[in-house]
């Protein structure tokens, strides 16, 4: 398996970096792996779960939020104790986790001020025609799943397991069972005041549409897949006024592509990586046995 990391243009600068490590050098440092926590069966068989994602959620309560992708979603403290915080299956009938390991609970974002207004945010694949898709394909066809961004608010950000409400932000049509909604995050560690606080970011892949077709639905701003989308989920200019667009993200307008789109031209942007102190934002991209971006 091959791994390409690509620095994008536009998340938080407006130059593009062709090589993001110029010069690394062998710090002679080892990395010791040990245990850390053990969570629950999610299904039968050799395969004990799917865990996909951990990140920190909260401070206050000293969490790192982890899913699974069959659809628990747990908290676990930094002694490595874990206890399920909201399980998606008992609340999304048309939660599809299978086929592959593009369907299910594929990642979570926690609003920067969660531990104040209880805010999070989660990413699903649910069965095709579940609901009307918020930013439709350019070439509509047979699709294979649908994509859903979900907001979540907890009634106590302290409460061990979730109790409070929810409401659908963006569902996008998938054409085929993989390489559909990647990550999706915040930027962290900014203050308020700064420009990009609170806006969300999501990682959309190209849905198999270069292996199935057609192109149309893909390399272009006109299409959410193979993007990254940035929304203000705080605003109402948005398709049903479900969220807010970004008067800086590039095709605001409408003219020239879809006013959510915020980078395009990549079959599978998984993980976005950036520091407080640069303008340089890196998007993770896989690849299956060669390289490619």
């Known amino acids: 398996m091959g791994m390409v990391v690509m620095a994008i243009t536009g998340l938080w600068g407006q ?6 490590a110029p010069d690394v050098r062998n710090a002679r440092a080892f990395i010791w792996i040990r245990d850390f926590a053990e ?66 609970f594929t990642s979570f974002a926690a609003h920067p001020d969660f531990d104040r207004n209880g805010k999070f945010y989660t990413a699903h694949t649910e069965a095709p025609d579940s609901g009307t898709p918020t930013l ?16 979540w608010i907890a009634d106590d950000p302290a ?61 272009t701003p006109f299409s959410p897949l193979g993007t990254i989308l940035r929304i203000d989920p705080e605003g109402t200019s948005g398709p049903g006024s479900a969220y807010g667009i970004p008067p800086d993200n590039p095709y ?8 959510e789109v915020w980078a395009y031209g990549s079959a599978i942007p998984i993980v976005l990586h950036g520091t407080i102190q640069t303008t340089t934002c890196c998007s993770r991209i896989s690849g299956n046995g060669r390289w490619r971006s």
Request: aromatic share 8%; hydrophobic share 30%.
């Open 15 to 20: 130059e593009v970096v062709d090589d993001p």
């Open 39 to 104: 969570l629950p069966r999610s299904e039968s068989g050799a395969r004990v779960n799917r865990i996909n994602q951990v990140e920190p959620f909260s401070r206050a309560n000293g969490w790192l939020g982890v899913n699974d992708l069959n659809g628990p979603f747990h908290m676990v403290n930094y002694q490595g104790t874990a206890h399920e915080y909201v399980d998606l299956r008992d609340v999304f009938p048309d939660l599809r986790t299978s086929p592959g390991a593009g369907t299910g």
């Open 136 to 151: 439709p394909l350019p070439e509509p066809g047979s699709e294979e799943l649908q994509g859903v961004v979900t907001e």
């Open 159 to 219: 409460g061990e397991v979730f109790a409070g409400t929810r409401r659908e932000l963006l569902r996008i049509d998938i054409t085929g069972t993989i390489h559909g909604l990647q990550e999706i995050a915040f930027r962290r560690g900014i203050e308020e005041s700064h420009p990009d606080y609170g806006l969300l970011y999501i990682c959309s892949g190209e849905g198999q549409i270069l292996q199935y077709g057609p192109l149309a639905n893909t390399g």
């Open 252 to 259: 605001a307008d409408g003219s020239r592509g879809l006013p």
